[in-house]
């Protein structure tokens, strides 16, 4: 069993579910860390249940590499494992387990490079950064950040080890996540003109929601992605307590995920405007009448030029270097627009195998990254 797949089996065993405390796991890498003279800094919670950790192997210098990973992994609950989610188990060329391509794989590996980092004597540091609440809408992260925007951590480049099956992910979507409050006017149902309906107000919104969605996906092709354009989405909706009355309140949760072209806080402007016009007209009538929408997450997109130095770098340490977009969301529109560091997508495993159950990573992932990061460590001490 390679370094990297004896890592991975034991932190597969942290059932690190973002709803959970990732204490355990982080304690774990600090005194790994620790065992080869690395410190570790931590950036908690507000309740101190969950942790970032940020550690520096080599000088304390400028340049150098971020590597980046999230502890947390997506619930199990609904779905049929037929493994142990939390004790790995190999099959064949196959490890199976939570959180195994993501994106555990990718943290074993770093944590397996650390002694061969540490020996090599680095003329550039490797920074590391571990986050929690990743899957939840890349929200542990912001508090680490805000300490190394003061620190100002700065390296050349960043590498976010998401399961690209080492292809370099160049591109991913921005997402604001909202809530749109939709107040009207009970009255009994059979008074239709004495109450205003919130849910057809909802229903309204959620037309403009689809003619937005629907002219964005005339306007822009990005073949880099699988939906090459920005979406919109409503996800779940709430209203209404009884079929005898008008309704007064209702409200549905709804997405923008949006290419880097595409400026997503004008876009919700524009809903905004819709709303507040919508609002406006029943008014008279019903002082009540309000569509009112609330952002409650939001990161950006990530976009890095075809032409870019990082693609260069990235590409020499890997076999094949072939640029692909990403469909899911990622940490690293974030790192890159709050460090103002460019930053890649690359790391082992597929997105096939995230978020299902029986999830699973190639061990023959494990040793491309392994090789990878082999090289990175020998480019950096060069
Ligand atoms: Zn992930």
């Known amino acids: 069993m390679s370094p990297s797949e004896k890592i991975l089996e034991r932190l597969v065993s942290f059932p690190t579910i973002s709803r959970d405390s990732n204490a355990e796991l982080i304690n774990y890498l600090r005194d790994y860390l620790a065992e080869f003279g690395i410190d570790s800094f931590l950036v908690s919670n507000d309740e101190n249940t969950k942790f970032n950790l940020y550690a520096v192997i080599g000088p304390d210098g400028p340049g150098g590499v971020l590597l980046s990973g999230h502890t947390d992994v997506v619930p199990i609950e609904g779905q049929d494992w037929t493994v142990a989610p939390f004790c790995a188990s190999r099959q064949g060329g196959r490890i199976y387990g939570r959180g195994t391509t993501d994106m555990k794989g990718f943290i074993a590996c770093v944590l397996a490079m650390v002694p061969r980092a540490v020996a090599a004597k680095l003329a ?57 409050r939709c107040h009207g006017a009970s009255a009994h149902s059979a008074l239709t003109t004495e109450g205003l309906n919130a849910i057809y107000l909802a229903c309204d919104m959620i037309v ?97 030029e075809q032409d870019a130095e990082i693609l260069g770098f990235v590409g020499d340490l890997l076999d094949n270097n072939e640029i692909i977009g990403i469909d899911f969301g990622t940490e690293a529109g974030m790192i890159s627009s709050r460090l103002s560091i460019p930053a890649v997508v690359c790391g082992p495993g597929s997105m096939d195998q995230g978020h299902k159950p029986d999830e699973f990573i190639l061990r023959s992932e494990l040793e491309r990254c392994d090789t990878f990061l082999s090289r990175l460590v020998h480019r950096l001490s060069q």
């Open 208 to 304: 403009e929601i689809r003619n937005l969605h629907n002219e964005l996906s005339s306007a822009s092709l990005h073949k880099e992605f699988g939906v090459p354009h920005s979406t919109l989405h409503v996800g779940t909706i709430e209203g209404g307590t009884a079929l005898n009355i008008i309704p007064n309140y209702c409200e549905f949760k709804f997405e923008i995920r949006n290419i880097e072209a595409d400026n997503a806080g004008l876009l919700l402007k524009r809903l905004q405007n819709s709303a507040r016009t919508m609002a406006r007209r029943y008014r008279n009538k019903f002082e009540a009448s309000d569509i009112c929408i609330e952002v409650f997450n939001q990161y950006p997109a990530l976009q890095i």
């Open 124 to 180: 550039e540091p490797i920074h590391l950064v571990f986050s929690y609440d990743e899957e939840i809408g890349c929200i542990g992260i912001r508090g680490m950040l805000d300490v190394l925007e003061v620190k100002q951590v700065k390296p050349s480049y960043c590498i976010v080890g998401e399961p690209t099956s080492m292809q370099i992910g160049i591109a991913h979507k921005g997402k604001i996540g909202m809530t749109c």
